[in-house]
């Protein structure tokens, strides 16, 4: 490099944010590009390639017909306000009023960035468990805080019954004076665990002994097996004043470029959320919202079948990866899977999932994207697609066994 590109390079890097600075582009979405440049099935973003329902499609392009195609008001249309709080009711049964205490968003993403935002002041610290979506280590960074993360230990491979827990005691050290929050995924991603109402409970205890709040990121909430239920945080006695809930459409009804989200929180968060919102995005697309109205009031067979229908995904994606030997994570909720890599004696799993990309025609994420401290030992496999590409991806994965 001459001594005039130096200089430029490092005047470019000063009028860079130093927050941009701290993490790098989503792995996730980079992985997407890969597949698609080598003809690779893609089992790394977690998105369906089957088709969404007919009457949501249906009730988007009505919206449009009917002209609903300027601004909505900033925080959500007022019958996707109320959908969502009946929803709640019906599901969760937890009331939220919907003039106070909900906003809607552009996605469950910028639902979480809002909320951190909204909340977080200096030198404030939340609480992540890891592995964790890759999203929150970035929304902390942006947002100001300093993360304190808990490492989730792997199942017994020994007892099939076993899951991803946690240690209290170290949870419990997580926690301190500066704790404004802990951010909880369930069903999470990307171990497929669901929390069980002991452990949201051992949360409360934390969450009111430091005063602090639980943002729960429930996206997958109807995605569960073997008879796990999702329960809300907002649920536990003690939290619904003190929980914000973050949701949306994306995986529920298999519209993830829809972005529509929305965030449940106290009247004083909802306040600053909807604010922040406002000046981070105006508001989520408005015929959309009026076609998600439709969704949330399907009837509760559709969240069975759902369930079914990924059930027998996960069960044939799984079955290859009993063919081939492989240890993994049987997943309680969502639709991923964690499979450990280290039989294959790669330094990196980066490495490895770029190489199985390239040469098995598969594409994974690598599991280190979801872990803050060193770990290479895993990759994540999503199955929410249709039989027949995992029939594809199964048999090119074979070749793993050769």
Known sequence: MSGTESKMAQISRRMISAKAEQFTESVIREMTRLAM???????????????????????????????????????????????????????????????????????????????????????????????????????????????????????????????????ERELAAAFGPHTKAIILNTPNNPTGKVFTRQELEFIRDLSVRWNAFCITDEIYEHILYDSTEHISMARIDGMRHRTIVINGM???????????????????ATQAIRKVHDFLTVGAAAPLQHAVVTALNFPASYYTELS????????????????????????????????????FGYASDVEFAHWMTKEIGVAPVPGSSFFAHAENRYIRLNFAKKAATLHAAGERLMRLKR
């Not at 009804?253 to 004083?268: E, F, I, M, N, Q």
């Not at 081939?324 to 309680?332: A, D, F, K, S, V």
């Open 37 to 167: 440049k080598h003809g690779a099935v893609n089992l790394s973003q977690g998105f369906p390639d089957f088709a969404a329902p007919a009457e949501v499609k249906e009730a988007a392009r009505q919206a449009i017909s009917d002209d609903i195609n300027q601004y909505a008001i900033t925080w959500g249309a007022k019958p996707l306000r109320d959908a969502v709080v009946e929803k709640f009711v019906r599901t969760q049964h937890a009331a939220y009023d919907p003039e106070r205490e909900i906003t809607i968003c552009c996605g469950s993403t910028e639902a979480m960035m809002s909320a951190m935002m909204a909340i977080i002041n200096p030198g404030d610290e939340i609480v992540v468990f890891e592995p964790f979506y890759e999203n929150y280590g970035p929304d902390a960074i942006l947002s100001g805080a300093t993360p304190r993360f808990v490492k989730m230990r792997p199942p017994d491979p020994q007892n099939e019954n076993s899951t991803w827990s946690f240690d």
């Open 250 to 268: 994306s995986k529920t009804y298999s519209v993830t470029g829809w972005r529509v989200g929305w965030a449940l929180a106290p009247p004083d």
């Open 308 to 343: 079914a229908e990924y059930g027998r995904s996960r069960d044939v994606l799984l079955g290859y990866l009993d063919r081939i030997g492989l240890q993994y994570t049987r997943p309680e909720g969502a639709y991923f899977v964690m499979v450990d890599i280290s039989p």
